[in-house]
């Protein structure tokens, strides 16, 4: 390790990149999205520019997300967008290359991974290390994940909702599905289509999701204004929708989520699921701070859960944690090249 050697932790997910430099934080948090114009096939902004592009761009460009469910859907997109990133964080003038960790999600395969790994070196790392989003989600909450205890970390991101058991350094036991925060909004734009025939964008549906849904019925509910166009009409027109609307609306998706805790659950053996009885579960990731979803999560499995602090900032925390103490965690760290 030179003294020159910059390292650099990212949490690249499939709604936000958020990239980590030791001793100083989170750097960069940016929306996972490329610009691309149709014509020539140029990439024409990244990140947070091209997220103001998104639903209201001219036919000849497409604002898209290179990571689609966690994984690289495509991969020059995606390697241009890590190296605006790298480059963003470290400023124009770095010389040397930095070590760069990279956060994949649970269910990966190897040649994702390999993927992933190709993309950062490609777009100016020096070293390249890759690791399952569970364990650093784990390691960013403060869990000690080299006990002989067993742990469970649920991480409800933007693509996926990851559940794992950590025991040993290692995952013992866990699950990926594709319903997290986008499928989330997704419902409550579907729900606010088919109930007031009105029109909203992702944008819009995140906001109501973030400003009145929650995970159960509330006795006050939150009420909101919200803007779209007429379906029938074709005008703008706005409506009004509360809390327990929302927590209807997302039923379904609530309990894919739920339901992939109890398989996990399941699947653990009997001597760390009392340890997770007796620690509770811990959720990251920004998803997780929906209103009442711990709440939700121990009615539905008899465990308490809790948010864990800075829920969104854990895997990325954990990218860091990492990668100052390259030795402690060699063992759960995949593939230099």
């Given amino acids: 390790m030179g003294i020159f050697t910059k390292k650099l932790g990212i949490d690249l997910g499939t709604a936000n990149t958020l990239v980590y430099l ?9 929306p996972s999205v490329v610009a691309v114009s149709m014509q020539d096939n140029k990439i024409l902004a990244i990140g947070a520019d091209a ?56 269910g990966v395969t190897s040649t994702e991974r390999r993927a992933v790994v190709e993309a950062a070196i490609k777009a100016g790392a020096k070293n390249a290390y890759v690791v399952k989003e569970p364990i650093l989600a784990a390691i ?9 205890k067993g742990h469970m970390v649920v991480d409800i991101g933007g693509g996926t909702t990851d559940v794992a058991v950590i025991s040993l350094g290692g995952i013992v036991a866990s699950t990926s599905v594709k319903v997290a925060g986008n499928k ?11 109930t007031f025939n009105l029109a909203i964008g992702d944008k819009t549906a995140e906001l109501v999701k973030i400003k009145i849904g929650a995970a159960i019925p509330l006795e006050e509910e939150f009420v909101m204004t919200i803007k779209g166009r007429d ?11 509360s809390t327990n609307e929302i927590v209807k609306a997302i039923d379904r998706e609530l309990h894919q989520m739920v339901k992939a805790i109890k398989d996990v659950l399941q699947e ?22 929906l209103r009442n979803l711990p709440d939700l999560v121990f009615r539905k499995t008899g465990v308490k859960a809790k948010l864990a602090e800075d829920a969104l900032y854990c895997v990325a925390k954990g990218t860091g944690i990492a990668l100052e103490h390259l030795d402690t965690y060699k063992k759960t760290i995949i593939s230099k090249r």
Avoid: C
Wanted: no cysteine; charged share 20%.
């Fill in 22 to 30: 030791p001793g100083k934080g989170v750097v960069l948090n940016e």
């Fill in 51 to 106: 997220k103001e592009m998104i639903g209201k761009t001219p036919d000849s460009i497409v604002a898209y997300r290179p990571m689609k469910d966690g994984v690289i859907a495509d991969y020059r997109v995606t390697e241009a967008m890590l190296r605006y990133f790298i480059t963003k964080a470290l400023g124009k003038w770095h010389l040397w290359k930095p070590d760069v960790m990279v956060s994949v999600p649970a």
């Fill in 140 to 148: 960013g909450a403060g869990i000690p994940i080299y006990e002989s």
């Fill in 184 to 194: 989330i909004d997704q419902a409550i734009a579907d729900y606010i289509k088919k």
């Fill in 231 to 241: 379906y029938i009409q074709g005008l703008p027109r706005t409506a009004q929708v």
């Fill in 268 to 289: 653990t053996p009997p001597e760390l699921a009392s340890d997770i009885i007796d620690q509770g579960i811990i959720m990251t990731g920004g998803s997780s701070q």
